[in-house]
């Protein structure tokens, strides 16, 4: 007779850990009743809020606010969920909260799962109506006739820096105003039906080939690249065309049904867009904030030092400037700034102040929360 040894018998039988998951099971199926309830709850007060707000002909949409919940929320977290998950789900909970006030419409730089897609996705999730355009210029247009509650625009990446279109359009509609930022990290990936051996041609938006363009000649240096109006175009094209790879986003890869060939081929790893998210008016103090203004200065010895020594004075740490023509006349530049605090601040009312003394137009483009970078 074999006797079984001290480990094979202390091994629970298979009836006793199908109990023992059954129990855990039932456990999960009454924590899902419990979270099914107070999500109601929560949305139900929300709608509350929303009355409270149209009564004063106030926003739904209020970043402000949405940012203290996060902080809120991931500032007690003690896991084991992560950071990412969380702000995920409270994500769609706020996007679900909000259409219960209000189904928000929303335009962006199309098409669906193009960049600026995504950051729209990032900022206000799936409760809203996505009205993509065809242009940046149409997106401005959408917010001002208020034929969308708010935009989502690309405003600058840390590869290939400004989006002109954007910055024409602030110039063209100072009435937008800035009340968001999104950060979006932006990982390019090699998308096609065939191997990587077989592709002849590579299709993109001009900005993804050029963030690409190292890892383009050296992985593929049999391939002719060509421009197209999106990444979404482009994969598209991979997947009706023979040897046509596509340099769009994992998301693209799975709406269309194509292989991901190489992942993050960018070629800097800290590639990232700033989107602006446009409305009819900023955002309120959050303690962590940015206000972009945009001014033009007299052709004189010293104009532009002059403003930037009255940030000097103000201890206002600048986080972004940019020069940028001016379409009405030649020879003319309007800056663009950014920088550290809300235009309720005692120091930067002191700034502004000051700059319409010196700067021959002056325009707050808005105040917001500083944003953290995601990833794509």
């Not at 001290?6 to 298979?14: H, Y």
């Not at 739904?60 to 203290?68: D, G, L, M, T």
């Not at 421009?227 to 986003?249: F, G, H, P, Q």
Request: charged share 25%; with cysteine.
């Amino acid at each position: 007779m074999t006797r079984k040894n001290d480990s094979e018998a202390a091994q629970p039988s298979p009836e006793k850990i199908a109990a023992n998951l059954k129990g855990l099971r039932v456990q999960i199926d009454k924590l899902d009743l419990q979270i099914l309830d107070l999500l109601n709850k929560r949305a139900a007060v929300a709608g509350q809020i929303g009355k409270v707000k149209a009564d004063q002909g106030g926003e739904v949409f209020n970043a402000s606010r949405e940012e203290e919940v996060l902080n809120n929320v991931l500032g007690t977290n003690k896991g084991p969920l992560a950071e990412v998950t969380l702000k995920a789900i409270f994500r769609e909970l706020i996007s679900g909260s909000r259409a219960v006030q209000k189904v928000q419409k929303i335009a962006f730089l199309g098409p669906l799962y193009s960049y600026s897609h995504l950051a729209a996705l990032e900022r206000f999730g799936e409760s809203v109506v996505y009205n993509p355009t065809a242009n940046i210029a149409t997106v401005f247009e959408e917010v001002v006739r208020r034929h969308a509650d708010y935009g989502v625009v690309p405003l600058e990446n840390s590869t290939d820096g400004r989006i002109a279109d954007t910055l024409d359009m602030f110039i063209r509609t100072p009435q937008v105003k800035i009340c968001a930022e999104i950060r979006l990290r932006v990982h390019h990936h090699l998308l096609a039906n065939c191997s990587q051996a077989e592709v002849r041609r590579v299709f993109s938006k001009a900005q993804a080939l050029s963030q690409c363009r190292n890892w383009l000649s050296k992985n593929l240096p049999q391939a002719t690249l060509h421009e197209v109006a999106s990444t979404t175009d482009a994969a598209k094209l991979a997947t009706s065309e023979l040897n046509v790879a596509a340099v769009a986003s994992r998301q693209a890869a799975v709406k269309w049904g194509l292989n991901v060939l190489a992942q993050s081929i960018e070629d800097s790893p800290f590639n990232e867009t700033r989107f602006a998210v446009i409305g009819p008016a900023d955002s309120a103090k959050t303690g962590s904030d940015k206000t972009a203004m945009m001014f033009q200065i007299s052709h004189a010895p010293g104009a532009l030092a002059d403003v930037l020594t009255i940030f000097k004075g103000n201890k206002l740490n600048l986080t972004w400037i940019e020069s940028f023509p001016y379409p009405e006349a030649k020879g003319e530049y309007v800056f663009f700034i950014d920088f550290d605090g809300h235009r309720d601040d005692p120091k930067v009312r002191k700034t502004i102040a000051a700059m319409e003394d010196t700067c021959e137009v002056v325009s707050v483009l808005g105040s917001f929360p500083h944003a953290k970078p995601t990833d794509e």
